[in-house]
């Protein structure tokens, strides 16, 4: 008997239907995963299998009994536990201390010595090795998510539901959830697993089902799928199309980067001496797990964030922040004629609340195209606009409604046709395509083909290394902050690039998820 | 297509306060009902309270003018409040602005001894230039030491009010203050400035009323901000950094810059306040108890006008009218003027927790016009 069932479940959110008659089964000691693209319906479905909305209609069943959930709470106490995206810790408390918030033992007072106890008890018997006495917010976030777990098997939950655990998460650190994912099974707990990343699913996973725009798409069982198959079911036609792309003329290094060093937020060294050349006419990609230097590359490069040594030149000028002499800044940068893509359009690339025609001058406003003495010209602005929305094929093709109103893919075309529309001398494109759906992604991928062809410098950035593969003319591998290698496409392969990703030889006897293997001990 | 598309609805403030009033008129509803309650408790007759409020207000010719002038101070430091608001920033400090353009235009007013027509003018500039500058402190401490401007700009409240304190009052040993007209107080013989606002509505008209230019004055600062917000490059750059400050910096809107600016502006309307009140109203004479908390009121006065021109305008004569009214109301219905604190107290309560009267729309007890229903029913 499945230990969870949803049963033609249905939600909506007014007039949308998150969830149409959606159902899932899901048995001690395997691993569901649950597999679509943004705003599928997954988050929608869990949400109710966790008691923080409720089914319009259908019902959830455990152990074949219906059931109905007030709030998280109830479904806490009965044994479904929900491991966030975001962890629900208090960092200032210990491990101990966060694991039994809530059920504390007590002995009168709090008996801390009991809680240290419990959850070496527990993270011994799951294999999740952890200081209780550490203090959570010193540790890395692949140990605060194990923190989350056991604070789930704490309370007694026999489902864990796991919200895109890997997106926060290194490779390594991934790896050794999956191990951890296999331990709980194996201990006859269900696990179900969302995620939209297919390499994940396939090595992790024993059933998968796949949703797409709140419908049940395809229910899988791993051993007998393909990434290609479960990937024109969550998309609904077959992907990865490729890009017409003629062979690239490059030209003359348009951007010359030296021994360059940037600090994070955190003031760790984040980028550690990168010498690049990027050419006119060609696309240069930076492939790499997310969060290994390249958000902090980019921004020294577009003068939003100082460099702490090198150099980094376009044509002549300095484009480093803070570098003695000229005192650049974002908008110098931008004149010299650097367009960007950021990488979170909502919040770095847009204004949402204003209009399509005032984001797509957000930066140029000060042009003498736009305004004089300070005077917006709003007929110049909106003929501007009627210009380049059918361009661009912005949809609905207007000018005048927020650019919060607009899908993901047509906010991205408003970033796009904006910063392309300066002819620059140097594009850089950070994970234009994220959360896109393939027509726009193909849309975005045609655009910055095009404007090699027109003799731009191209630099894309992408942690989707199909992405990468597809568009790039020399792909550079970046690995905590170091460039690992660089390579014509014709002589590169997923393989090896890969590898360089998750920092190359040393490590390759780690890259091969092995699920047999006992849990890595974290040092 | 032409003005009526131009107009469009991000840009449009009359569509604004259409769109935007309904919270706040619920809010002042909901705040006269339990203010009703209140006089209810203490054993009088609400009915008549209000009455005799809205009698003191608008009941007749000399009573409306009476509101529109207490309504001039609020209106141009309500849009001092606004203007920050949309830029992202929470002026809490209209207060201490106001009191420094007051005291710089009460300096010009004593010192340069000029005519009128030149004098009023410089005292204009004396005032927004005081009131923006003392913004203008929390403005750079804000861009580029990070100091957060709710605490500085209330911090310089203090300041100022100790600051104007000390100019116009005796000391302790009975020396008089360095701003000398505290000596020409109760003395009509000294005119205590060089120049006054004059009186724009004739006498015959509404007999003895005192409706000084600061009217036109603040009407005209109303058409500033808006054209200030709405139509210039500075403006675009204000409420793009007010409303996505990330973004802006992206796409090379220098942000530290445009914060600063925003409240410097800013404190100049609230400094305006100062000045026009000080050269408007008898006896003009910078007092200790120059602004009766205008500052802090003008805060209600944005918030309930949702930043709009507008709804700035149509906010402070509703508190022109409480304030104006309630004297009347204390005298002849004997319910305490505090009475009218408490239904101001109700209005800001009620205005913060809109999301009371989102729920009620959402629950089809209020209507509200389309954009708002849809947020009210996510």
Redesign the interface.
Known sequence: MPSIQAVDIVKR??SFTANDKVSLQAFAGEILAVVGENGAGKSTLMNMLSGLLHPDDGEIRMQGTPVKFGSPRDAIERGIGMVHQHFMLIPVLTVAENVVLGHEPSNGFFDRREAERRVDELSARYGLKLQPRARVENLPVGLQQRVEILKVLYWGSEILIFDEPTAVLTPQETRELFVVLRELATHRRTIIFITHKLKEVMAVSDKIIVLRTGKVVGELITSETSPREIASLMVGRDVLPTVHKPPPRIGEPIVVIRDLHVQSDLGVEAVKGIDLEIHGGEILGIAGVEGNGQTELVEAL?G?RPATSGSATLKALDLLAGNSTVKT???K??EAGVA?V?EDRR?????????V??NL???L??SPK??RG???N??KV?SWARGLVPRYDIRPPRT???AGNLSGGNQQKVVLAREFSEDPLLLIAAQPTRGLDIGAAQFVHERLVEKRDSGTAVLLVSAELDEILALSDRIAVIYEGEIMGIFDAGESNEEQIGLLMTGGEERAAEQSIDLEAPALVQG | MGLA??T????NFVWQWASGAAVPIVSVILAVLVGAAVVLAVGENPLNAYWQLLRGSFGSWYYFTETVIAAIPLMLAGFAVAFAFRGGLFNIGAEGQLLAGAVASAYVGYKFHVPGIVLVPIAVLAGCLAGALWAGIGGVLKAWRGAHEVITTMMLNYTAILVTSYLVEPGPTGHPGPMEQTIQIGNPETPPMNATLPIIVPNSIVLNNRVHAGLLIALGAGVLVWFLLW????G??V??VG??P?????????VKWTVAVTLFISGAFAGLAGMVNLYGLAPYQLTNSFSSGYGFNAIAVALLGRNSVVGVIAAAILFGSLQQGGTIMQANAGTSLHLVEVVQGLIIFFVGADAVVRYLAARGMVKLPGPQRQKA??
Do not use: M, Q, W
Not at chain 1, 347 to 355: A, D, K, Q, S
């Open positions: 959110f007014g577009t939003l800044s974002a908008a940068v931008r960007y950021p919040e770095r690339g847009l204004v949402l609340p204003y209009t025609a005032n001058i957000l930066g406003e000060d736009f305004s300070g005077i917006l709003f007929s909106r005048d409604i927020p | 598309e131009e469009s609805l991000e840009r139509r210039t490059t500075l675009y750059k409420r793009a409303l996505n990330r973004a802006a910096a992206y796409a090379g809107i220098n029913a996510a």
